[in-house]
């Protein structure tokens, strides 16, 4: 099997100027549910929403300040997420990016959009039944297995140009057939993750500007490293079914 690990560094390297400047996306991912007030809380070089009691606590504008955060942030990370795709496309085919292409990145970008926001509600809506019901276990597992279809969801749409349907239906399958590739990222997201949590933790009680450097630090490294470089690992990926672009 190539190693698609030394692949994902490479194109990352290869055309970093281009990944950091589409990286701010993620930044501004991450920057809207600190300062729209959102019930959030920064952990493993991420944001995430609060559930539990806070669905018996809110008013109409927490909601609604909630709803326009979320398709504001998820609307960043489209973005973000279609135009590395397309990078490690561009790449991996020798194709440059013309009119016709600019005028799709509309179009990737909505589609992705829309798989991200109803991952979004179904994660939502289980945490509340979760909550409710005390099945907070069983909804992570409902959530865990949704996310097996929309795991290399953006990359279908993007690379293959499929329609939300068929990229739902064709991750799942990409995944049992090459399940390496999966745990492949899992354990090096996990890897890199852990490693990030250790350093930030060692810096514990600094601030910068108010902010706390450890969580400044943590949520940087995260845009402009951790999420491309997970998102090229995944394009590097689904990559693999083709012989000729193994390389």
């Known amino acids: 099997m190539p190693n698609v690990i030394e692949a994902t560094f490479s194109a990352y390297l290869k055309n970093i100027k281009q990944v950091l400047f589409f990286s701010f996306s993620f930044l501004i991912t991450f920057l809207i549910p600190i300062f729209a ?26 909601s609604l300040v ?14 973000g997420i279609v135009a ?3 990078l490690i496309k561009a790449q991996k085919t020798y194709t440059r990016t013309s009119k016709s292409k600019i005028s ?13 926001l109803v991952f979004s509600f179904f994660q939502i809506a289980f945490s509340l039944l979760g909550y409710l019901y005390n ?4 909804m992570y597992i409902f959530v865990f297995i949704l996310s097996l279809f929309i795991f290399y969801a ?16 064709y991750s799942i399958k990409f995944i049992f ?10 354990i090096f997201g996990i890897f890199i993750i852990s490693a990030i949590t250790f350093v930030c933790s060692a810096i514990q009680g600094f601030f910068l500007f108010g902010f706390p450097l ?3 630090l943590a949520l940087a490294i995260n845009s402009f490293f951790v999420a491309p470089m997970l998102i090229i690992l995944q394009a590097e990926s689904f990559l693999r079914k083709y012989p000729l672009l193994k390389k």
């Open 104 to 116: 799709e990145f509309s179009i990737y970008t909505f589609k992705v959009f829309l798989i991200l």
């Open 214 to 216: 450890s969580e400044f």
């Open 135 to 138: 099945l907070q276990e069983a």
């Open 66 to 79: 909630i709803a326009f955060s979320t398709l504001a942030s998820l609307f960043f990370l489209s973005i």
């Open 37 to 62: 007030g959102m019930p959030t809380f920064i952990a493993l070089a991420g944001i995430f929403l609060r559930s539990g009691g806070i669905f018996l606590t809110l008013t109409l504008k927490d």
């Open 154 to 169: 953006p990359a279908g749409v993007v690379i293959d140009e499929l329609n939300i349907k068929n990229s739902l239906v």
């Open 177 to 186: 057939r090459k399940p390496q590739y999966f745990l492949i990222w899992l």
């Open 84 to 86: 590395i795709n397309l």
